[in-house]
C-alpha cells in the first residue's frame, strides 16, 4: 500500500512577495509608531508645563506682598513652618529669592519631563497704564521681573502676578529630531497677590 498524503506545495513565484511587502512597510510602520508615542509626549510635556505655570502663580502670589517683610511671623522656606509657627508666611528675602522659589515650585511639576530651561515673573497693577505681559514675554520683554531694575520689589496686595515658563521638547524619533530639532513649548499663569 503506498502512501496517501498530500501533495507537497512546491514554492511559486508569488512567495517571496510577502516578505517584500512586509521589508518595505515595516519602515514605514515603525516611524508612525514611533512618531505617535512622541506626539503623545509632547503632549503629555504641555501639560506638565501648564500645571508647571499654574504652581509657580500659585507660589508667587503666595510669597510676591511677603518680600522683604521682617518679623517673626516670617519664614524663608516653607519647609520651615511646623507645629510651633503654623500661621507663618514664606517671606522671601529678596525678589531672587522669590524667584528662586518660584522656578523650584514650577521644576517639582516637571520632573517627568526634564527641568525648565526658563522660569519669567512680572508684577502688573492690570490696567491701561501696567497691563499683564501676554504672548512671548519674559522678564525684560513685556513682563519686569517684579523688580524696578534696581533690585526693589514692585509687588503688592491686589497686583497680578504672572508666571512664564519655558521647556525645549527633544523628539526621541531620529527623522522627527532632524527635521524639528529641539520644540519651544511654553506656559504662562497669572494669579493675584494675596
Known sequence: MSGIGRP???????????????????????????????????????????????????????????????????????????????????????????ATHVADAANGMVVAVGPLRDVYLSCNADDAHDPVPSGDWTSVSGGNGCSDGSGAAVSSAGDVISVRVLYEFAPTTPILSNVFGRIELSAAASMVIH
Open 8 to 98: 507537497s506545495r512546491v514554492p511559486g513565484p508569488d512567495s517571496g512577495q510577502s516578505l517584500v511587502e512586509f521589508t518595505l512597510m515595516l519602515p514605514l510602520f515603525l516611524f508612525m509608531v514611533f512618531a505617535i508615542v512622541d506626539g503623545g509626549r509632547m503632549v503629555y510635556a504641555n501639560a506638565a508645563l501648564s500645571q508647571a505655570a499654574r504652581e509657580g502663580a500659585r507660589v508667587a502670589a503666595a510669597e510676591a506682598g511677603w518680600v522683604g517683610v521682617p518679623g517673626t511671623g516670617c519664614v524663608t522656606e516653607a519647609a520651615s513652618i511646623g507645629e510651633a509657627n503654623r500661621g507663618a508666611h514664606v517671606c522671601p528675602a529678596d525678589v531672587a529669592a522669590l
